[in-house]
Nanobody, 115 residues
Framework: QVQFVESGGGLVQPGGSLRLSCAAS????????MGWYRQAPGKQRELVAG???????NYADSVKGRITIPRNNARNTVYLQMNSLNPEDTAVYYC?????????WGQGSQVTVSS
């Protein structure tokens, strides 16, 4: 059974940091491309960051320089390290694992940036 379990969301003040985790089971994690999407109220889901099986990362322009997406294949876990957060980063964050034609989603984690 494939499972992606997210953790680490919550409320943070503007300028603060937060790290999301996504622990995968039931897949050969190291060969999957992993990513994080987010969906703000009233908006479409958008890609935040992705990382390939060989560690090549890409980022949305809106988060470059503030967010990184490390992965730990020994722990079957991908992270989203978010720094210098602002209210526009408020959204539900979803992790995704892809290996064509398969794709699996996490349950979503709420991140709220507010003073």
């Amino acid at each position: 059974q494939v499972q992606f379990v997210e953790s680490g969301g919550g409320l943070v003040q503007p300028g603060g940091s937060l790290r999301l985790s996504c622990a995968a089971s039931g897949i050969p994690f190291s060969i999957y491309t992993m990513g994080w999407y987010r969906q703000a109220p009233g908006k479409q889901r958008e890609l935040v960051a992705g990382i390939t099986s060989n560690g090549i990362a890409n980022y949305a322009d809106s988060v470059k320089g503030r967010i990184t997406i490390p992965r730990n294949n020994a722990r079957n876990t991908v992270y989203l390290q978010m720094n210098s957060l602002n209210p526009e980063d408020t959204a539900v964050y979803y992790c995704i694992g892809r290996r064509t034609p398969l794709a699996y989603w996490g349950q979503g984690s709420q991140v709220t940036v507010s003073s």
